[in-house]
């Protein structure tokens, strides 16, 4: 069992993961307000929410070198202390490029912030805890892009912009101060040499595709803009991945992706995780620009999501104990893809209770989904290897956490060239999410029957067995 300073090490995790989450969609409910006062276009201040995201998808991959090189408590410490700054920072901007400045620097304060706290914890955890632990860090990150739409809503109608970063400020002294009793120095010292060729590659490279990704989705772009910035995409992603499959020590060691539980969560997982971090974005925009709700309406009835997260949340442990993680992430991914695909069915005239139980259902199954993910990611992963698998676990899902909001605005475009009704076009985007969290369901069938077992409460034959099993499935693979 975790003792009471793993429990409290994984909560302070799990209040930072929150804070990031939270940041990287609440803003996106304010932004006609912070294009009014700051005498700028609602567009324009579309690059406040793209800035912060590209900043943590580059530079997540360093938090790895950062951590062998001055030792777990200093990077994390330093990182709390950095986004709060930041945070402070954008309350008090005075026009848009200050604040998209100090957006970049929140988002490197939270690039570093959870992935270093997150190794932390799986470092201080034996296995069989592995799903307790994660199952405390993964729910503030499920819940975070609930809360936005319904917080923004309030502090939008009912009090000032400047609350959304200012927020933050209480919220990082504490998580500093917690921080500073539990985290311990941890080991440190010499790291290799950091991989300049693929900082520059990958940090160029998903910078590159999250603004590709940005201008799809707005409106209006530049088919040419559009065109080049994917291609140097593609270009510098392709040249990342040669260089760092065949340099000895790579920024992202793409290797562990050999074991095949880290490689379904890595991958498939990531899926997963744009089709939920997708929904928070869609739904108040049905519910506000087709059906005319208020924004507080609208974030009132994507709570439910959150009513589901919560209810599920102490039958987590036990259902993966119960049943193993390949048959929980089918029932999972199947049901998040069914319930996503059920909003296309939304009308202004559905009842309010239905519209709860099928956001509510999705909120089960997302939560019951990345809960498996994130635990079967390191369940079979070797101590050794745990810094570098954490570091391409972390920048995987936060790459498609950020581009899931893209992937839904360029499935609404998608949507609104073929129809001319609003609400036919949000049935379009509804439908494709559906079928992309299909692929996840493929994955998940294709997984050994035993993968994962290592993390889970079975008695010890079983246990001997289901190990067994794994390694003959590597093997064989």
Known sequence: ??????????????????????????????????????????????????????????????????????????????????????????????????LVGTRVLQGAGGAMMVPVGRLVVLAGTARRDLTRAVAYIVWPGLVAPVLAPLLGGLIATYASWHWIFLLNVPL??????????????????????????????????????????????GAGSDPVAVVVTALAATAALAAGGRHLLRTSHPLINLRTLDVPSFRASALDGSLCMAVVSALPFLLPLLFQEVFGWSAVKSGAV??????????????????????????????????????????????????????AVVTALGGVARSVGLS???????????????????????????????????????????????????????AVAFVVLGALCLLPTLG?????????????????GQTRVTRSAVSDSRKSE
Not at 191 to 202: A, K, Q, R, S
């Open 172 to 217: 990082g002294v504490v998580a500093f101060l917690v921080a500073r009793r539990l985290i311990e120095a941890g080991p440190h010292g010499t790291p290799p040499p950091l991989d300049v060729p693929g900082i520059v590659f990958v940090c160029s490279g998903l910078a590159a595709l999250t603004w590709a990704a940005h201008l799809v989705s």
């Open 1 to 98: 069992m975790m003792d009471s300073r793993q429990r409290g090490t994984a909560l302070l995790v799990a209040g930072c993961f929150f804070m990031e989450m939270l940041d990287g969609t609440i803003v996106s409910t304010a932004v006609p307000r912070i294009a009014r006062d700051l005498h700028t276009g609602p567009a324009s201040v579309g690059l406040v929410v793209t800035a912060y995201l590209v900043t943590l998808a580059v530079l997540i991959p360093l938090s790895g070198w950062l951590t062998a090189r001055f030792g777990p408590r200093r990077v994390f410490l330093a990182a709390i202390t950095v986004f709060t700054v930041a945070s402070l920072a954008c309350a008090f901007a005075p026009n848009l490029g200050v």
């Open 444 to 460: 998940a069938l294709r997984l050994h029957p035993a993968a994962g077992d290592a993390a889970r409460s079975v008695g010890a």
């Open 372 to 426: 498996g993910y994130a635990t079967i990611a390191f369940s079979e992963t070797a101590p050794e290897r745990l810094r570098d698998a954490n570091a391409l676990f972390a920048t995987s899902h936060q790459l498609a956490a950020g581009l899931g909001v893209a992937v839904a605005s360029i499935a609404l475009r998608g949507g609104a060239a073929l129809t001319d009704a609003p609400r036919s076009a949000y």
């Open 302 to 355: 994507v709570l439910f999501v959150f009513a589901g997260n919560i209810g599920i949340k102490p039958a987590t442990t036990y259902l993966i104990n119960r049943f193993g993680f390949r048959p929980l992430l089918i029932v999972a991914t199947l049901g998040l893809a069914v319930t996503t695909a059920a909003c296309a069915l939304f009308t202004a005239t559905t009842p309010v209770v239905v519209i």
